[in-house]
């Protein structure tokens, strides 16, 4: 996957995820991690948590809202929970967090170098530059207040990091990605998330190299009175032009809409679901409980674990598979998320014992939504989203607002009528 994987806008949200969603979250991201390792490598996923695109796709496919900056906070949270007991197994090591995890982070980094041998005071070294470029080096008007660290016990790692501007109510994540880092203030970021919010200081820019000699230079020539002397000569000039990357947009609204999604990717995941035929499938699989739903979740999970780059132009499809917490696009099919946790669970236990069947029926199912897609009819996206709603207690659908009631009504109005 291309290491700049372009920016994004987040909206601010507030909130919190339930226990039952946190636990299942964990569960989640812990089998998709395996399963990207076993298929594809360590450094892979490495390189795909430094994508903006795909992490973002992540935490719609684990039920999380799916455009709000909480995708950031959750998912990383989901990680360090779920692969703390797998570290030893996978050699990859969480670190960090929000707020006041986020400065526990250089300790924790300690902590992982006494297991692994690697040098614990250079990742918390390092931890700390990061942490200082993205507050200092790039002023860009949003303050850093989560800070997740990554690192696999080659030494290789991933920074994700996130700031907010309240006045805006947005927030802006950054990426770092150790591989092909040469200098932490020259041009290090593998990606800014945000939109245009006016001009940027970037003093991590290559061409930003003069400027940082010059200040140094000031500030031990001149010293604080001869900086000031030399603010009153500057006259106002224009940037340079900066090349744009590819730009993601979250948008303000909570609902998923149409226009949010590729629906021919969507038909082509319904299509491979109905085609693979969930009889067969579960008997290949040998899980029970596996049906038509979940096997249509296992479609998009799938494509998390094996799809290119340019699948994840659209983050919002991904939680069709297992819904929202705040009932965007649906509540949260409880019985389809364990099967479908179960499902890849057994696939990567038994492709660790070198059978790999169950693994690859998986990826053939990503394969073959691909080959439909072109021609994939399927329905409306109203109409999807108004059976999942139907069927929802059926699926044990849950959300912020309790479980979905068998009648149909729905539990905000159930709740609205209350009041």
């Known amino acids: 996957m291309s290491r700049r994987g372009g920016s994004a806008d987040l909206p601010l949200h507030g909130g919190r995820v339930p226990a039952w969603l946190s636990e299942r979250m964990a569960k989640l991201g812990a089998v998709i991690t395996e399963a990207i390792v076993v298929e594809y490598g360590r450094d892979e996923f490495l390189r795909r948590l430094s994508h903006p695109f795909w992490f973002q796709s992540l935490g719609a496919v684990m039920g999380m809202d799916w455009h709000s900056s909480g995708i950031t906070t959750s998912v990383l949270g989901a990680l360090k929970r779920g ?27 300690l902590l992982v170098g006494e297991r692994t041998g690697l040098d614990g005071a250079a990742l918390s070294r390092t931890s700390r530059l990061v942490a200082k470029v993205d507050s200092a080096a790039v002023q860009d008007g949003f303050d850093l207040y989560l800070h997740g660290f990554i690192v696999a016990n080659d030494g290789r790692w991933v920074v994700i990091q996130q700031g907010m501007n309240d006045s805006r109510r947005q927030a802006r994540r950054y990426h770092w990605l150790s591989e092909g880092i040469e200098d932490f203030v020259d041009a290090p970021h593998t990606a800014i998330e945000g939109q245009s919010q006016g001009e940027i200081v970037n003093l991590t820019d290559r061409r930003a190299a003069g400027s940082r000699s010059g200040q140094l230079d000031l500030l ?60 067969d499938f579960s008997q290949l699989l040998l899980v029970p409980g596996v049906g038509a739903r979940t096997v249509r979740s296992l479609a998009m999970v799938a494509e998390v674990v094996h799809g290119a780059p340019c699948r994840f132009s659209d983050p919002a499809r991904f939680s069709m598979a297992l819904g929202g917490k705040d009932r965007h696009p649906f509540p949260v099919p409880t019985k389809v998320y364990d099967h479908t946790i179960a499902v890849m669970k057994s696939a990567v236990r038994k492709a660790k014992l070198g059978q790999s069947e169950e693994l690859a029926a998986i990826r053939r199912l990503d394969a073959q939504a691909r080959t439909l897609e072109a021609e994939a009819r399927g329905p409306s996206f109203d109409n999807f989203i108004a059976e999942e709603k139907a069927r929802s207690h059926e699926y044990g659908g849950r959300s912020v607002f309790g479980w979905e009631p068998a009648s149909g009504k729905s539990t905000q109005a159930r709740l609205r009528a209350k009041r």
């Open 83 to 109: 692969l703390a007991p797998l570290s030893g197994d996978l050699g990859l090591h969480v670190c960090g967090g929000r707020g006041k995890h986020s400065r526990k982070t250089p300790a924790e980094l």
């Open 220 to 279: 031990g020539t001149a010293g604080p009175d001869g900086i000031l002397r030399e603010l009153r000569r500057i006259t106002p000039q224009a940037p340079p032009e900066q090349g744009m990357l590819p730009h993601l947009v979250m948008p303000d609204h909570h609902e998923v809409r149409p226009e949010n999604i590729i629906e021919k990717r969507l038909h082509g995941a319904l299509a491979a679901a109905a085609e693979m035929g969930p009889k």
